[in-house]
Each structure stands twice: as C-alpha cells, then as structure tokens.
C-alpha cells in the first residue's frame, strides 16, 4: 500500500529518521534542476490541492511571473478549520520534515525567498512539533543562508510559522494573507489573484500542507510513479479523516479512488452497532452531502463524487447513522457558519442567520412547509452572490439536505400554516449547478 506524506516510519518527525530515510534528497535533487523543470515534473504529476477545490498543482505554480523585481511568497495553508477536517494536524505532528523539504522546493519553483506556513491558533499542539523541525532544519543547515552550502546552490529561503488567532474564515487564501499582514481577515475580491498580488501586493502562491508534503516524493520518485497511483484524473492517495458513527474514527492514507464503503468498513471498523447509514459528508461540512444508500461503488475522488452530486473537499468523511437528527445537525453546521461569517458581504452574514433563525424554529415545533422553500430560497441567494466561498460553504448544506432529506424535514414541520415566499422572481431563479463549478480558493 502507498503512504507518500504519513510513511510507515516510527519517529519519523526526528530529523535524524529523516536523514536515514532520504530525508532532504529530494530537495537536493530539485536543486540541481531549473525551477521550470521542477513546475513540469509537478504539472506531470497531476497532483492536485488538497485543501478543497482540487486545484492543479503545477499549473498554478506556473501562474507565478517569471520576470519580477518584486519578492515572491509562498503560504502554506494549515489553518484546517472546516468541521470534520483533521488531516493536516497529523503531518505537523508526524512528519514535518517533509512538509519542511516540500516547502523548499517550491519555493525553488516559484522563485520565492520567504515561506509562511499558516497554522490554527487552537493548534498549539501542533505548532511546536513544526517549530522544533524548522529549528532542527535551520541548525543543519537546511534553510536559510547555510543552505547554499549544504546544497552547493545559489537559492536560499526562509520558513516562518504564523499562528492565526482561530477563524474559519483565515483558511481561505486572501483573508490568510490579510492576517499574515497583521489586518483584519477580510477576504480579498478576485480577480487580481495572489499569483499577480498576493502577500504585501507581491506575486503569492498558496498552498495546503498535504499538497505541499506530496511534492518530495514526487520529485524523488518521478511524475509517472505519482500519476500511476489512485485515480489517473487525481492521482496520488488522499488523507481521508473519518469521524461521526464509527467504530475506528480516524485519518487513513489511501489512494484516491478507494471505495467509500471500503473506508468505512475495512478502516474505519464500520458503522457503531452495525446501524444503517442516513447520512455521509464526503469532504468536510461545507461539501453537499450524501444519501446513505448512494454510496454502494462510490470512488473517493474529485471526479467520481462530483457526478455523484458532491466533492472531495478536504476528504474529511463524516458518517451519520440511522438516529441521527438531521435538522439538528444541520442547524449546528449553520450555526458554525452563521459565526465564522466574517461580515463583509450581505448574504452571507444576513442570510446564514435568517437560515439559523428558521432551523431553530423548526427544531423547536414552530416550523412551517413553507419554511423548508424559504431556507432553500435564501441559500440560493448566498449561492453565487459572495466575495468568497465560505457563502457556498454555507449554502450547500441547506440545500442539498434539504433536497436530498425531505421527507424528514418535512416531518418537523407544520402543515397548517403556511407563509408564502416573498420575492418569488428573485429568490427561486435558476442558478448554476455549482456542482459543475466547484472552486474553493
Ligand atoms: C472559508 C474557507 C476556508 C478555507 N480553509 C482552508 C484551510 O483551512 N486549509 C486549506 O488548505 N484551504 C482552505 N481553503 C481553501 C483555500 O482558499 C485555498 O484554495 C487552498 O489553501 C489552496 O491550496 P491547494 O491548492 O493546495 O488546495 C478555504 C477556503 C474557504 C473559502
Ligand atoms: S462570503 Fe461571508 S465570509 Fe466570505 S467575504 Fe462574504 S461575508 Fe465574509
């Protein structure tokens, strides 16, 4: 079985198990290439982010400019705060040194001096591990001005840990680098995107921590050994996060493409008291969720759970089972979004509240049908209409619960009274499926 960014090595987070392991080869074999080869192998690859929208890899490295006078960043994105996501955390916990070597060699690639690693205020656990590694890096000689010697090149670069203060909303790119800038995590309107101005208005790249803990093996081993791993469309194995009704709540590696049922059965000890499954999120909470009895032959991947209706988000899998209360769950996922709503943009601070107002009457026997139209009706008017995504991240769960639990929503409410939904024109008109468009950068 492939474990490329958690190997099966004990203590493999001291830097001396590192350096028996290959630890840094990879990033001495990038040096002795041009970064244009690097970005190619990346490209070849066909990895893709990690940290939700499946985002190629090297093709947005190649969005970087070549020719700049200005300094080029890169932040990697550790701030892992979508409820059901606690991947990253292991890699800080057990295998820093790569995510180290991988930060290297793409800053190598951009062209970038100075790195970022972004990393929740509630993860003080998990800061200290990653500091510890960064120092030992330092020490040998593996980042900063040493490095020329050590590796007999003319690149140098920096790694800096920034603690966030714990929002949601400072995982998405923009807000990310308003908070490294010491301001207030508004998300930033797009286009211009960070390539073109990013950190300090400089060229930025952005990128998750898994992603970036893929790229030394990938250089070590050559593109065509990653490609042929999981899924050719999305290659590579993923670190599924599984939690809710199981037995084995935990992150397991595998390739993409595994089955969901296998993850669940034979890793995850399967569901608690052997119950049915209601109810599976495939990608942390923000990604639509899906009918318990639409998972038989469903493949863990970008591809495969997009024409099954949702999307691989962070892999973080949630399982609910047949007692569970989907209006209270639902009401607690909107509740997380309705507060870490930054404020900036009208539907979604307004709406994600009216969308709470609504589910806790519902909860409490005072909900009406037509309730259920007027959620649906207020989500599609966040849908679409935000500066970021966080406004989807918020919007999916209503409607695609909704739409896919009827029967039990409908359940929890009033027949008898029944409000008519203003604004009818507006509020019910057609938008895209944003299945088909799903981008959370
Ligand atoms: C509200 C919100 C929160 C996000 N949180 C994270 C996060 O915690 N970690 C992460 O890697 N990406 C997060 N993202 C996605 C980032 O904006 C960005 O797409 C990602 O870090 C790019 O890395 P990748 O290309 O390696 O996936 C979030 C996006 C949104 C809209
Ligand atoms: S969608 Fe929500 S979180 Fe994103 S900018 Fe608008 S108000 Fe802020």
């Not at 300090?200 to 990653?226: D, L, R």
């Not at 930054?342 to 806790?360: A, D, H, N, V």
């Not at 008017?381 to 989807?392: F, K, M, Y």
Request: glycine share 10%; aromatic share 8%; net charge positive.
């Amino acid at each position: 079985m492939h474990r490329i960014v958690l190997p099966d090595i004990k203590n493999l987070q001291e830097i001396d198990v590192y350096l028996a392991n290959q630890g840094y080869y990879g990033a001495r074999l990038a040096f002795q290439k041009s970064p244009d080869d690097i970005i190619e192998i990346v490209k070849k690859s066909g990895l893709r982010g990690r940290g939700g929208a499946a985002f190629l890899t090297g093709l947005k490295w190649s969005f970087m400019p070549k020719v700049t006078s200005k300094p080029k960043y890169l932040c990697v994105n550790g701030d892992e705060s979508e409820p059901g996501s606690f991947k990253d955390r292991q890699i800080f916990e057990f295998n820093p040194h790569q995510l180290i070597e991988g930060i290297l060699i793409t800053c190598y690639a951009i062209g970038a001096q100075t790195a970022y690693i972004y990393i929740r205020g509630e993860y003080h656990k998990w800061i200290k591990p990653v500091q510890k590694a960064i120092d030992e890096a330092y020490n040998n000689g593996f980042i900063g001005s040493r490095m020329k010697e050590t590796f007999g090149t003319q690149f140098s670069c920096d790694i800096f840990i920034h603690k966030g203060a714990g929002a949601y909303i400072c995982g998405e790119e923009s807000s990310l680098m308003n908070s490294i800038e010491g301001q207030r995590a508004y998300p930033r309107v797009k286009p211009p995107f960070p390539a073109q101005n990013g950190l300090w208005g400089n060229p930025t790249t952005i990128n998750n921590v898994e992603t970036i803990t893929n790229v030394p093996p990938i250089i070590k081993n050559g593109s065509e050994w990653f490609s042929s791993i999981g899924e050719p469309k999305h290659p590579g194995t993923l670190l599924f996060g599984v939690s809710g009704h199981v037995n084995k709540p935990g992150v397991y590696e595998l390739p993409t493409g595994t089955l969901l049922t296998d993850i669940i059965e034979k890793y995850a000890g399967g569901v608690i008291n052997a119950k049915r499954i209601k109810c599976i999120i495939p990608g942390g909470t923000s990604m639509p969720p899906l009918k318990g009895d639409s998972i038989e032959g469903l493949k863990m991947d970008a591809e495969s759970l997009r024409a099954a209706g949702s999307a691989i988000g962070t892999g973080g899998i949630i399982v609910m089972d047949e007692d569970t209360d989907l209006v209270k769950v639902l009401a607690r996922m909107t509740k997380f979004y309705y507060h870490e709503s930054c404020g900036q943009c009208t539907p979604c601070r307004e709406g994600t509240g009216w969308m709470l107002k609504i589910l806790k009457r519902i909860l409490d026997g005072k909900g009406t049908k037509s309730d259920l139209d007027l959620l649906i009706s207020i989500a599609n008017n966040i849908d679409g209409n935000t500066v970021c995504a966080l406004g989807e991240a918020a919007a999916w769960p209503v409607k695609f619960t909704i739409a896919r639990f009827r029967d039990e929503f409908e359940n929890r409410v009033n027949e008898s009274i029944q409000i008519p939904v203003n604004n009818k024109v507006h509020s019910m008109r057609k938008t895209k499926n944003p299945i088909d468009n799903i981008e959370i950068r």
